[in-house]
């Protein structure tokens, strides 16, 4: 039997470079040996969102067009949406009934979240409990692989540990470690060399328009101290530079050079990345165009992905109803 990938993403808004080379690039290299599952994490956007709802299941269909225009395979892989599998929330409900409060309070992700966010409506008992949810989400598949980025860290321990705890109140029902699998790509640079990320506004979209990119890549930072063509450049204070590394490996050494010595300014590299970066994005801009036009193929593959994951979650949850004695 194949072992079971599992992950998802919130359908908070849509997705960016650092989505792709962060995170979906290894989805889409789990789908040739194992068996894959990815979600629209719609209930965990709610734990942020829950004010204003009414854009989640836009963003979903809209996210599962970018998935399938990067090359996630629907026919190989089941996507699906959280909140139609109710057994995720079942999960969830008995899983807190276990979950030590401060198990949550000490979630890394929890604290950090809470100190920097000045949005009040993260003081709920849903955010809390955000780990908990996810931990459902993972140990209803009994998956062995959970493709994520180093900030979900702390929700994988959180699954395990809460695995164990289950298993010695109720019988060992979860034999599957959830283990993490990193990208290569440890983090993807955003305008202004923040990590890429929707709430620094400093990101760069999938299917972003050919104008706006170019836009986009002059307002890169670039090494402060190179202020002519000629004057040498230090590549790795550059951000134009971290997405020559990241797209075009082995011109990056070259560039890399060019730059130390004083061969290129930052105007000419600067258009160099605007064609590479339109080359990379052009088929996925088509794709996802055609995709997103076609409402009734996307609900189709929902529709089916959901089926599929209700099997297999109304399996576990028939043993955990048995393990509890109900
Ligand atoms: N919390 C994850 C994120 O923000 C999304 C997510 C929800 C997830 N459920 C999951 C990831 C289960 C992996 C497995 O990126
Ligand atoms: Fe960055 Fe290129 Fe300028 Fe060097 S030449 S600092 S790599 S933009």
Same mark, same amino acid.
């Given at each position: ?59 979903? *269909?809209?996210?599962? #067009?970018?998935? &399938?225009? @990067? !090359?996630? +395979? ?5 996507? $699906? ?57 993972? *140990?209803?598949?009994? #998956?062995?692989? &959970?493709? @994520? !980025?180093? +900030? ?5 321990? $959180? ?168």
């Amino acid at each position: 039997m194949r072992k079971r990938v599992l992950s998802g993403m919130r359908p908070t808004g849509r997705l960016h470079l650092g989505h792709y080379f962060g995170a979906l690039h290894n989805w889409i290299n789990f789908q040739h040996d194992y068996e894959c599952y990815y979600m629209s994490a719609d209930w965990h956007a709610l734990t942020t969102n829950y004010v204003n709802t009414s854009e989640i299941d836009k963003n979903t *269909l809209e996210m599962i #067009a970018d998935w &399938i225009a @990067v !090359g996630i +395979d629907p026919q190989k892989s089941t996507l $699906f949406k959280q909140s139609k599998i109710l057994q995720h929330s079942e999960l969830f409900l008995i899983l807190s009934m276990i979950t030590p409060l401060r198990w949550l309070q000490r979630c890394s992700t929890y604290k950090k979240q809470i100190n920097e966010d000045r949005n009040e409506n993260l003081n709920g008992y849903g955010f809390l409990g955000y780990p908990v949810l996810q931990a459902a989400d993972i *140990l209803l598949y009994k #998956a062995h692989i &959970i493709p @994520v !980025g180093k +900030d979900q860290l702390s929700h994988l321990e $959180f699954t395990r540990e809460i695995m164990r705890r289950f298993n010695n109140f109720y019988g060992k029902i979860f034999v599957i470690e959830p283990k993490e699998a990193l990208t290569k790509i440890a983090r993807v640079p955003g305008l202004d060399g923040r990590k890429m990320s929707k709430s620094y506004n400093n990101s760069i979209l999938l299917g972003e328009n050919n104008d706006i990119l170019k836009n986009k890549v002059k307002s890169m930072f670039t090494d402060p101290l190179k202020i002519r063509k000629n004057t040498p450049g230090h590549p790795e204070n550059c951000v134009v530079f971290g997405f020559y590394k990241i797209l075009d490996f082995k011109c990056s050494k070259k560039r890399s050079e060019e730059c130390k010595i004083g061969m290129i300014g930052c105007v000419v590299c600067k258009s160099e990345l605007v064609e590479i970066l339109t080359e990379f994005m052009a088929p996925l801009t088509n794709e996802r165009k055609k995709l997103i036009s076609d409402k009734a193929y996307l609900d189709e593959i929902l529709k089916k992905g959901c089926q599929k994951a209700t099997e297999i979650a109304s399996e576990t949850m028939k043993e955990i109803h048995e393990a509890l004695k109900f």
